[in-house]
């Protein structure tokens, strides 16, 4: 992630797979495709997070609730790695309120059949199963759709402000992203346990 002083806060960018939390003036900002960000916040003692994630399968069971699929748990992972940081320097869980942004559906080439160019559909159910699930409450969403967006999470009223990004400017994100998926992908297949066999 990047960090640039201006002014009285923090401007921090966070990529796929980052998140960053803090109780003090900053904005958080991110560009989004498929990826979905999560906008915490807990209005009683001040603390803001914001996460980057995209769940990464090659299947996705679309008919199990996401939390509990293959790919869900490494957005549980997520969500719990953001909120977790947040209840260290100050929130409380029962406080804690959410935005959600992205998960947009761009494909780069329709010819191209894999299960990336359902990643938008799969993490938008995943963010609003998984705060349903968690209690924590949904106050304000921008998910799906087709075009990606850049965010801005403001600590001093939690306002998120969402420019949305047509097609074409779109196209290098998306390849970005899929490279994401694969990669994570190759990852989660290399330390999967080994299958025990009994005779």
Known sequence: MKLEEKGVGLHVNILPGEYYVTNRPATIHTLLGSCVSACLFDPVNRVVGMNHFLLSNRRYAMELPTCMSEAGRYGIHAMELVINEML??????????????????????????????????????????????DGIPLVAEDLGGEKAR???????????????????????LLQTERQFWLKNIETQEKIKPLAEVWK
Do not use: M
């Not at 998960?103 to 705060?131: A, H, M, W």
């Open 88 to 133: 260290k320097i100050g929130a409380k869980r029962s406080n804690l309120r959410a935005k959600a942004f992205g998960g947009g559906s761009i494909y780069l080439n329709p010819e191209v059949k894999d299960n990336f160019y359902c990643v938008g559909e799969v993490n938008t159910r995943f963010i609003r199963e998984f705060l349903k699930n």
């Open 150 to 172: 850049v965010i801005h999470f403001l600590f001093d009223d939690y306002s998120v402000h969402v420019k949305k990004i047509g097609k074409t400017t779109a196209s290098g």
